[in-house]
């Protein structure tokens, strides 16, 4: 297959090409040429695309898809095509399904079932069996079959001697290891923020208290064994310092943030939408404040989407009975770009995170393999159902005005483009 994607503007950092507008030939899913103007051809795939953007192919680091076990929220191979048309190339997908990925058998189906899709798709296994927090799973055998990192999705490890034996278990063959920051005890039954918003609604608070001691705790360990750690979704500015000086030690520690946390605070809980309840909360503006300082500066160093599909029927319940959890595939690029720059942009969701996961890095220029997200940066609008693509439709951001549309993704040799490009 041969695609010419004409007049697009590059943004890829290690690009000779960056920041510069060209014609991208692609034959076989490798880019062959990239030149001021490339003639079409009958027997070419042209893509003629108003305030064409390509970056280097994004990539979510936090994933929920539901099969196996619950596909009637969203199933591989449907959850894979949204990912697709909403620029992702790649993804982490969380352990959370039934039954649990926690060894060889449940790290191999997950692979083979996600087989030849535009998205590629990397496991993340349970760091402890059926996730319980109790006995450490089968890292070693799950790394062998594809697992790219261990931890138990929204669930933090409450037993300190568990994560400082996985830490340094997992040295042995380069493991990354995933903790929750999330301390239960202190959290409780909270269910939003802690402060203004949760007093006034009458809601029970989950005090940024509760991430910081975890994230503490986890930093101490870290220290004393060694090893690779990664915090998913922090959302406090606490956190954020607290990250920068285990950084300023020489730790080998990096963390990521959720989109929503990043756009939206606890604001937004007055109408008890049950779309806005999250796990992590919604913080305060200072919270998002210095959460994107963070991005911006490097301490907080990937972006994730932390896309998870619930049934409506745990949504449409009273706010403290809902489940977390917000769809975000695609949300994530309209959302990033009113607040952040492209080149912060393709950092976070695509460069960095896929250094620390081991997933290989293309650059756009000539000679190598076409992973790319394709995306205008232009148009305003607000978000509504009709803009979800996912088979749940749990969206924290409806009704919020974003930035930039997504066309689609060209990789492994496929283009796939959003049905309203």
Known sequence: ?????????????????????????????????IDDNIPTKDEYKTVELNDLHVSTG????????????????????????????????????????QPIAENKATIEFLINKANGFTTDLFPIGALTQQ?????????????????????????????????????????????????FPKNKAIAGEGVANEGVNSTTLGLKGIPSLAEEIQISRDIFLLEYTGGKLHIPTISTAKSVELIKEAK????????SVSVHNLFLTDDEL???????????????KED?????????????????TDHNP????YKKVEFSTAKDGTIGFESAFGALNTILDLETIQRC?????????????????????????????????????????????????????????????????????????
């Open 1 to 33: 297959m041969t695609t010419l994607l004409k007049s697009a503007t590059i943004i890829d950092t290690s690009s000779p090409f960056h920041n510069q507008t060209k014609d991208i030939l692609i034959i076989d899913g490798t880019i062959s040429k």
């Open 270 to 284: 007055h109408g008890f939408d049950a779309h806005k309840k999250v796990n992590p909360p919604l913080r305060t």
């Open 58 to 97: 994004w990539f979510d680091t936090s994933v929920s898809l539901g099969e196996p076990g619950y596909e009637e929220r969203e199933t591989i191979q449907h959850g894979l095509s949204v990912a697709a048309r909403s620029g992702f190339t790649a993804v982490a997908v969380n352990p959370n399904t």
């Open 131 to 179: 996730s319980k927090g109790i006995e450490m799973a089968e890292l070693f055998d799950m790394q062998q079959s594809g697992a790219i990192a261990f931890g138990d999705y929204k669930k933090p490890i409450t037993n300190d001697n568990l994560l400082k034996i996985a830490l340094l278990y997992a040295q042995n063959f380069d493991g990354l290891i995933m903790s």
């Open 310 to 313: 619930i049934d409506i029927e």
């Open 248 to 255: 300023e030690k020489g730790l080998d520690i990096t963390c």
């Open 288 to 304: 998002t404040i210095a959460l994107i300082e963070g991005v911006k500066n490097g301490t907080i160093d990937i972006i994730t």
């Open 349 to 421: 969701l695509s460069t960095t995170p896929k250094q620390r996961f081991g997933i290989e890095i293309n650059s756009i220029q000539e000679n190598s393999k076409a992973n790319l997200s394709l995306f205008s940066t232009k148009e305003e609008y607000a978000f509504t159902e009709k803009h979800v693509l996912s088979t749940s439709k749990n969206s924290v951001f409806f009704d919020k005005t974003l930035k930039g549309k997504v066309y689609g993704s060209f990789n492994n040799n496929q283009l796939i483009l959003d049905n309203h490009a």
